[in-house]
Structure formats: structure tokens, C-alpha cells
């Protein structure tokens, strides 16, 4: 395979932290799930581990994307 052939490829490991990510945030959502909760269903055996890996993702902790989250969907709610 020659180099740049594929416009839309991923490397495996770039592909998998993208669905963590994704299912990280998803989660996070969920106000009654604690992230420690969610540090185990998506595989870390720490929740420090988790928040560190996170926050080099997103450049926030994953308390403050819950924050973020909560004051965006209040506000959100507000307009309507």
C-alpha cells in the first residue's frame, strides 16, 4: 500500500481512544453513574488513570466536563 493512499484512515489506537472518548462523555452525562463508575466500565482500573487521560483529551477534568455539561443543559432549558 503506498503512503496517503487511504484519505480516511485511523490508526487503531487513535480510533479506540476516539470511542472511549465518546462513550466517556456520554456517560459523564449521566448524573446517577459516578466516575468512578464510569472509570470501570470503560476499562480503568483507577479513576485517577481515567481523569488524567481525560483531561489530556478534553484539557478539562472529567468533574468539569459534568459541571459544564449540567450548566449548558440548564441554560439550554432556560431558553425554551
Not at 487511504?6 to 479506540?16: A, D, I, S, V
Amino acid at each position: 500500500m503506498k503512503h496517503g493512499t487511504t484519505k480516511n484512515y485511523m490508526r487503531p489506537r487513535k480510533y479506540l481512544s476516539e470511542l472511549k472518548l465518546h462513550e466517556a462523555k456520554v456517560l459523564i452525562q449521566q448524573a446517577h453513574l459516578s466516575l468512578t463508575d464510569i472509570a470501570e466500565r470503560l476499562g480503568y482500573s483507577h479513576l485517577s488513570h481515567f481523569s488524567r487521560q481525560f483531561k489530556r483529551w478534553t484539557g478539562i477534568s472529567p468533574m468539569e466536563y459534568r459541571k459544564q455539561v449540567a450548566v449548558n443543559s440548564l441554560v439550554e432549558n432556560l431558553e425554551l
